[in-house]
């Protein structure tokens, strides 16, 4: 199976802003950004959506919600607000098959998303 951009990003194969890393974990700013402030933070096992995921990833799972709001802090966004966002399969809008959560903030969010 081919690798999905995510997994290149991971590998250092093509370029990224990266703004936080663990040894499970990578965040990094979205390439087309739908607000000021718009990065994604993923696993750097891959899973191809969150529907896929085990229920014995539940600590990974933990450390990626908690790896956005910590990003999010970083980044100045808990005192305005942000919203958190995972796309599941393609009607969900997901268009990477790689599990992956979006953080968006930096301006007033409408509800609900276009």
Request: hydrophobic content about 45%; aromatic content about 6%; cysteine-free.
């Amino acid at each position: 199976m081919s690798k999905s951009i995510f997994e290149k990003i991971i590998d250092r194969e093509i370029p990224a802003q990266i703004i936080h890393e663990t040894s499970e974990l990578l965040a990094f700013r979205d390439i087309n950004p739908q607000a000021p402030v718009h990065f994604l933070v993923i696993p750097k096992k891959r899973f191809h959506r969150i529907a896929e995921v085990p229920a014995e990833e539940n600590v990974l799972l933990g450390n990626l919600l908690l790896a956005a709001a910590a990003v999010a802090r970083q980044e100045g966004l808990e005192s305005g607000g942000y919203r958190i966002v995972i796309n599941n399969g393609i009607n969900g809008g997901e268009t990477v098959p790689h599990l992956h959560v979006h953080v968006l903030g930096g301006r007033a969010l409408q509800w609900p998303p276009g």
